[in-house]
C-alpha cells in the first residue's frame, strides 16, 4: 500500500469516442463540400445571361426553416430523455424530430414545384438554377438521409429495441442533424437573404 | 462440416486445392483486418504503378526522337491524363494509405483500425473506381463511337471537358472513378484519425506518438478538406455532363476559371497528402539507421501541422498564367515560399539525425538519403517556379514536368522504396534482398538522375508539356533521347525490385520480430503479427517504447 503511494498512479486511460470523432470528420469533409457549393452559388450570383433571377422567384422559407431549427432542439430532447431512461419521451421527441425534418423537406418540394412549373426555372434555366438546385438539393439530400436514419431510431425506439447502451449511437446522429441544420443557416443566408 | 468426412479419397486430393484457392481468396475479399486491407491497398497500388509506369514509357518512346510516329495524337492524350490520373489516385492516395492502414494500429499499440467495416468498404470502392478507370478503354465508346480512355489530362479544364469537346463516355468515366477513389480517400482518412485520437494504447499520449502517425494523421486531416472540394466540382461536372447545368459552360456564363480554383484547392494539398507520407517513412527509417532518437520531434510535429495549413493556401501557383492579378499572385507567391521554412525544418532535423548517428547503409537507408538530397533539388526549383514573372515564362513547360517529377519520383517514390525495404520483413515475415536491392538503389538512382535532371533543360528551352511530338530543329532532341533513356534504367530498377519482392517471399531469410533492433512498437509483434496484433494490450512510458525495454536501465522515459 505504501508503494502504491509512492508511484504516480496515472489517471485512468480515457480516450474519446470513435463515434464522435468519426462524425466531427464526416462534419469536416461535408462542411468542405457545402463550402465548395456556396462559392460556386456566390461565385456566379447576378452573372445570369437570362432569368429569372433570385428576387423575381424566391419567397422566404420562413416556416419551413423555423420548422427545421425547432428539430434540433427536439432531437436534443429525445437525446437527454434516452440518457434518463425515459424511453417513451424519446420516442415521442424523436417523432417530433421526424415530423419537423418531413415539414421542412415538404416545404422544399413545394416551392421547387412553383419554382418549376410557375416561374420556369430548372437546372437548366440559367447560372441561378443551376447554382440554386443543387445547393438547395444537397442539403436536401442530407435532410432526406437524416429523415430515415432518425425514421430507423423512431421505429427502434418504439419497439423497445434502443436501450441506454444505444445512447452513443443516437448521439453521434444528432450531431449529424445538427451539422444539417447549422448548414441550413448559412445556406439560407447565402441564398435567401445575401442572394435576394 | 459432416460432409469432410464423406469424399472419396481420390475426389479430395482434387477438390482440396482448389477449394484452399477459394478458402484464401474468400478470406481476402471479406476481410475487415487492417493488415490484409493495407497489402491490398499496397498490391493494387503496385499494379497500378507498373500500367501507368508503362504508359510513361511509351510516352518516352514517342518523345525520344523528333517527328516521331510511334503513338497517334489521340492515344498520346490518353496515355498522359491515364498516366497523371492513375498515378496520382490509384498509385499514390491506396500505396500511402495502404502502409498507414498496416502501420497506424500496430504502432500505436491497437488490434485494429476504429471502423474495420468502414476500412473494407473504403478500399473496395477505390478499388472499383481504379477498375472503372480503365474499363473506358472498352466502355467509353458510347453510342457516338467516339471516345476511348479519358484524354482531357488529369486536371480536365473546362471546357474541354464539356459534351461537344469530349463527347462519348470517356470523361464520365474520369470524373465517375475519381468520384468513387475520393469517397474511398475521405472514409479511410476518417478511419485514420478517428484511430489515432481514440484507439491508442495506455500511455500512448500524442506527445508520445511515433512522427508517423502523427503526419498520418495530418495527412488524414488533410484529406477532408481537400478531397472533398474535389468531390464537390465533381458531382458539378457530372450535373453539367448529365443533367446540362452550367456550372463550367462558359456559353452560358459560366467560368472555366471556376474549375481551375476548385481542381487547384485539391490539387496543390493533394501533394502534400502525397507527400507528408514520404516525411512519416523518413521520421521512422533515418532515427533508426543512424542508432539515434529523432533530432527535434516537437519542431517535427509543430513543423508537420504548419505545412498541413500552408499547404491550403497555395493553390493558386498553379495558375498564375491565369493571369490573377497582382495582390493574388503577390500572396500566392508568398504562401509558397513560407511552405518551404516548415518542409526545411524537416529537412535540418533529419540532418541533425543523421549527424554524429552510427550510420548503417542498407538497402533502406540508401533511398532514405537519396530522398533527402533529391526532395532538397526538388524543393528549390519549386521555390524558383513559385516566383509568378519565372513561372509565366516557364509555366506549363517541361520544366515544371521536371519539378514535380522530382518531388513525386524523387521525394516520394524514393521513399516509399524505403519503406518496402523497412517493413516488408515485419509484413511478410522474409527480409528482401539487400543485395538486389543496392543494385536496384543504384540503378533506379541512375535512371531518375538521367530522366529528371535532363528534363529540366527541355523546359528552359521552351518545350510545352503535353505535345505529343516536336521539330528536329527546335534543339531539344539530345534532351528527350538522354530523358528516354533513363527511364529505361527506372524500368530495369523497378522491374528489380518486383523481382526481390516476388523472390524474398519465398527464398528470404526469416526476419524474426524485430530484424533492425528498431523502437517502436510494430516491432515487438512477431513478423506477420498475428490477426489480433498483441496477445496482451502493451503500455508504454516513451516515444521509443521498444528501447524501454531492451534497455531498462536507460530508459527513454527517464529524459522526456
Redesign the interface.
Known sequence: MSQAAVIPQ?TP?V????GV??MA??I??????????VV?YL??LG???TGPTPSQVLDLPIFTSICLLSSSLSIHLAVSALHHAKRDLCSLWLAVTVLLGSIFLGGTALEWHKLIVHDGLT??T??F???F??LVG?HATHVLVGLIMLTLALLFSLNGSMTAKHIGRLEVLSLYWHFVDAVWVVVFTVVYVLGR | MAATHTPAPAASTQLQPRRLVLDILHDWVTTVDHKKLGLLYIGYALIFLVIAGVQALLMRVQLSIPNNNFVTPQTFNQLFTMHGTTMVFFVGMPILFGFGNYLVPLMIGARDM??PRLNAFSFWISAFGGFLLYFSYLGASGLSGAGGAPDVGWFAYAPLTAHVFSPGHSTDYWTLAILLSGIGS?GT???I???T????C??MKLSRMPLLVWLYLVTS?L???????L???Q??LM?DRY?????FDTQ????AV?WMH?FW?FGHPEVYILILPAFAFANEIIPVFSRKAIFGYPAMVAASVGIGFISLSVWAHHMFTVGLGPGANTFFTLATMVISVPTGIKLFNWLATIWGGKIHFTASMMFAIGFLFQFLIAGLTGIMLSVAPFDWQLGSSYFVVAHFHYVLVGGILFMLFSAFYYWYPKMSGHMLSERLGKWHFWIFLIGFHLTFDFMHVPGLLGMPRRIYTYEADRGWMIWNMIVSSGAIFQAAGTLLFVYNMIWSYFKGPIAGPDPWDAWTLEWSTPSPPPEYNFAEIPTVESRRPLWDIKHPDDPDSRYE
Open positions: 496515472t486511460w480516450l474519446p469516442s470513435r470523432v468519426g470528420c464526416l469536416v469533409a461535408e462542411s468542405a463540400i457545402f463550402t465548395i457549393f460556386a461565385y456566379y452573372k445570369d445571361l437546372l437548366q440559367n447560372l438554377g443551376t447554382t438546385y443543387s444537397l | 476504429a471502423f475521405i482518412a476518417l478511419n484519425v478517428a484511430t485520437l481514440c484507439m491508442r495506455p500511455g486531416s484529406v477532408f478538406v481537400t478531397i472533398s472540394p468531390t464537390a466540382a458531382i458539378m450535373l443533367a446540362g447545368s452550367h456550372f452560358a456564363g459560366g467560368s471556376l476548385f484547392i
